[in-house]
């Protein structure tokens, strides 16, 4: 079947993404009747109803000393929007997260891209380990979006191009970037939230540096900000014990 793409549909140009929370069963009194099993038993039950602001010590304590299963009880997703190599390093999160991605053989692809904003650093300085990233000159970051904006225009060009030919979908896409916008929907619980918020944003209260690549720590902190409003205790016990994912 040959495709005939509109004449209108040109290519366009985003620096941010976008999280949004879908649905959610996540409360701090989830951790609290997890955790209460293994000495009350069914009486556990009664966290359930319970102010958990009563109980915050402990979760300070299985944060601290690392008792992690009880914060698998809970459940958020996630509609994101990001660059397609966001979302590769997204994949590397396996143990607690399921996912589930827009599809090129499926549908046709939309030429919305990738371009740096302003504030994005574009200067990599140093070895491995050691490195650090610094602001770019204007003459670079005016190279890197015009040289960006025609790449993607010129590869989403031959993509439309074989589509009308009657190329197959799964097919024509291979010529597109990366830097293609695509949409997932990412479900996981707090405990690998945690575990992906420590590899995958700085903070001043972490205990362990991390080197995320800025583009996949904007969706971090858009998750981070949704799940502090669902579990505040847990959150706060996450930033006092290192940020480290129990």
């Known amino acids: 079947m040959t ?3 509109a004449e209108t549909e040109k290519a366009s140009f985003r620096s941010d993404v976008t999280v949004e929370l879908v649905k959610h069963s996540a409360a701090d009194s989830d951790v ?8 009350a038993g069914e009486q556990s039950l009664e966290e359930i109803t319970k102010d958990p602001e009563r109980s915050k010590g402990l979760i300070n304590f299985l944060m601290r000393d690392r008792h992690g299963s009880p914060f698998e009880h809970n459940s958020m997703t996630f509609f994101i929007s990001a660059p ?3 979302f590769r390093e997204f994949m590397r999160h396996r143990v607690g997260w399921s996912y589930n991605e827009e599809s090129g053989r499926y549908r046709r692809l939309e030429p919305v891209f990738y371009v740096p904003g302003e504030a994005r650093k574009l200067v990599q300085q140093g070895r491995p380990g050691k490195y650090e990233f610094v602001e770019g000159t204007p003459a670079q970051h005016e190279l ?17 191009e074989m589509l ?4 197959a979908r799964e097919v024509a896409r291979s010529v597109l970037p990366v830097g293609l916008f695509s949409s997932m929907y990412a479900t996981c619980n707090a405990r690998s ?3 992906f918020l420590g590899l995958r944003t700085q903070h001043e209260q972490a205990a362990v540096p991390s080197f995320p690549q800025r583009e996949i720590e904007m969706v971090g902190e858009k998750m981070e900000e949704h799940w502090a409003r669902l579990m505040p205790l847990t959150h706060a016990a996450f930033n006092a014990n290192g940020r480290v994912a129990p």
């Open 32 to 39: 609290l009747w997890a955790a209460r099993v293994s000495t």
């Open 193 to 195: 939230l945690m575990h």
């Open 84 to 86: 397609i190599f966001v």
């Open 164 to 167: 009308a030919a009657g190329v």
């Open 144 to 160: 890197t979006g015009r040289v960006m904006e025609d790449a993607y225009r010129h590869a989403y060009d031959a993509y439309q």
């Open 3 to 5: 495709e005939t793409p």
